[in-house]
């Protein structure tokens, strides 16, 4: 059922843009950098923790983004462990999805 006000529309319809990731895992780094991996483990009712992250280096995150960089703002869809959180991200500053 849809809400009344609201219409079926495809998402692709909806978006500026999909963007997906690279579809494989980045190589991280064992300390605090200010390029951080988003995995399906930071989405999460409807957020996306940004706090529990993996690092990378800067040439990684720029390689990462290539095809777009998060924006504050942004949705957020797993596709697998598990399918279908969405969450949104607050704080886009040196996220890339991982």
Same mark, same amino acid.
């Given at each position: 059922?849809?809400?009344?006000?609201?219409?079926?529309?495809?998402?692709?319809?909806?978006?500026?843009?999909?963007?997906?990731?690279? /579809?494989? +895992?980045?190589? *991280?780094?064992?300390?605090? +950098?200010?390029?951080?991996? *988003?995995?399906? $483990? /930071?989405?999460?009712?409807?957020?996306?923790?940004?706090?529990?992250?993996?690092?990378? $280096?800067?040439?990684?995150?720029? $390689?990462?983004?290539?095809?777009?960089?998060?924006? /504050?703002?942004?949705?957020?869809? $797993?596709?697998?462990?598990?399918? #279908?959180?969405?969450?949104?991200?607050?704080?886009?500053?040196?996220?890339?999805? #991982?």
């Amino acid at each position: 059922m849809v809400p009344d006000g609201w219409k079926l529309s495809p998402i692709k319809d909806e978006c500026e843009c999909i963007i997906d990731c690279v /579809n494989k +895992t980045a190589p *991280i780094v064992d300390f605090e +950098t200010p390029y951080k991996m *988003i995995r399906t $483990t /930071n989405v999460r009712h409807g957020r996306v923790d940004t706090n529990n992250v993996r690092y990378v $280096t800067k040439d990684i995150y720029i $390689t990462w983004i290539r095809r777009g960089a998060p924006q /504050n703002g942004d949705l957020v869809l $797993t596709r697998e462990a598990p399918v #279908g959180e969405v969450g949104i991200i607050e704080d886009a500053k040196g996220v890339f999805l #991982g």
